[in-house]
T-cell receptor
Framework: KQEVTQIPAALSVPEGENLVLNCSFT??????LQWFRQDPGKGLTSLLL?????REQTSGRLNASLDKSSGRSTLYIAASQPGDSATYLC??????????????FGQGTILTVHP | NAGVTQTPKFQVLKTGQSMTLQCAQD?????MSWYRQDPGMGLRLIHY???????DQGEVPNGYNVSRSTTEDFPLRLLSAAPSQTSVYFC??????????????FGQGTRLTVV
């Protein structure tokens, strides 16, 4: 059974700082990993999707990497802004059988960027 | 660009009442799923569907029913509401190709309180 862990649970940084959010998973038979952002009382917004054949994806100030062999993914946020404050969730999807299409979520990292 | 639409956004039920949470997507995605989000528990899969007429149970299916008569719609029915079903419910959809899913899109959620 896939298990996903996110560290740290909460992070507070000053504006402008570069930061890294960590996500680890137990089953290396993962075929994609997705990072989401959730604002209080809102739904999940997809940030980046990394397929198992890829090592990283970039969108603007965000860069996500995937290392299947070590069971880890990181989300790098460059030059953080107060508007980046939110909960960040990672979710892994496994291939085939009874795992088909199911996303296993981490508990999330609550990020606060203060001016 | 409607994406995934959930209704209602908020609902209060009395114990024992039944109701249906609606979910519709306009992206022609085969794969749809329902999650519930609870403090300290993260997001957990309730039911999912790989296409019209095909549904299956997720991690926490008890007390919920689903059906998928069309590609667009995937309603979640609470048969006899219990306080333990107080939660935020999210519907998600994704494109499926050769048994592997691409980016998942989530609705804005339904906040349900059972009293």
């Amino acid at each position: 059974k896939q298990e996903v862990t996110q560290i740290p649970a909460a992070l507070s940084v000053p504006e402008g700082e570069n930061l890294v959010l960590n996500c680890s998973f137990t089953d290396s038979a993962i075929y994609n990993l997705q990072w989401f952002r959730q604002d209080p009382g809102k739904g999940l917004t997809s940030l980046l999707l990394i397929q198992s054949s890829q090592r990283e994806q970039t969108s603007g100030r965000l860069n996500a990497s995937l290392d299947k062999s070590s069971g880890r993914s990181t989300l790098y946020i460059a030059a953080s802004q107060p508007g980046d404050s939110a909960t960040y969730l990672c979710a892994g999807a496994n291939a085939g059988g009874t795992s088909y299409g199911k996303l296993t979520f981490g508990q999330g990292t609550i990020l606060t960027v203060h001016p | 660009n409607a994406g995934v639409t959930q209704t209602p956004k908020f609902q209060v039920l009395k114990t024992g009442q039944s109701m249906t949470l609606q979910c519709a997507q306009d992206m022609n995605h085969e794969y749809m799923s329902w999650y519930r989000q609870d403090p300290g528990m993260g997001l957990r899969l309730i039911h999912y569907s790989v296409g019209a007429g095909i549904t299956d149970q997720g991690e926490v299916p008890n007390g919920y029913n689903v059906s998928r008569s069309t590609t667009e719609d995937f309603p979640l029915r609470l048969l006899s509401a219990a306080p333990s079903q107080t939660s935020v419910y999210f519907c998600a959809s994704s494109y499926s190709s050769w048994g592997q899913n691409t980016e998942a899109f989530f609705g804005q959620g339904t906040r349900l309180t059972v009293v």
